[in-house]
């Protein structure tokens, strides 16, 4: 599985919490947040019982790096997290790893990391197919308003190195029983062509443009 989102929408918001959660483009200073970024997926993955594909510490350190990852965070508290990644010489990007702490349920948040994070892929790859695979119905239906559309895994990209991304899903002996023509997950993709959802600030461009700068 690549993609999904642990979020109930019915649990009581924490209390005591009335510090803003701000939903922005990670750099390298959110670093100390990469274990804590794991063990939640690792134990929200544990809860649902359904697979969630595993990634490295380094992996989402450079997706940091890059700015190819948004974080939520409630002052020094992490929040929430999501990252993309190209694939197939960047004419396919995924919007993938989308968790929500349990602390802060309930809220919204993930429609709002959603947002940043599909908005982010489609400023730095405007003509790019978004795809998303996802078991999550909360997921589906964003991506519904968001434009995407059930499609067949054969209209997904055949890097195989996006596909060796789901060998740490629980449920990769179905991909490989059906010879990668279906699995648990739903497969979605979005047409190029629709607006974005939410703004990316100035600055973050700015720092997209000289890590895409090939004298950087």
Known sequence: MQENKIENESPTPAEGKEE????????ASHEKYVDTILKTIEEAAKVRGTG?????????????????????LQGETFAGFSYIETWGNKQYVTTSGLIVHPDFRGRGLAKRIKDMTFSLARTRWPHAKIF???????????NTQLGYQPV?????????????????????DVLHRTGRKYCICTAMLYDPEEHLPAKIPQEVIDRIRKIDSPES
């Open 20 to 27: 803003t959660i701000e939903v922005v483009v990670a750099d």
């Open 152 to 172: 067949t895994f054969a209209d997904l990209t055949d890097d195989e190195a996006f596909w060796r991304g789901c060998e740490g899903c629980v449920n990769v």
């Open 132 to 142: 998303s695979l996802t078991s999550g119905a909360a997921v589906m239906a964003m």
């Open 52 to 72: 969630i594909a595993k990634r490295t510490h380094e992996y989402l350190t450079t997706k940091m790096r890059e700015a190819k990852a948004v974080i939520a």
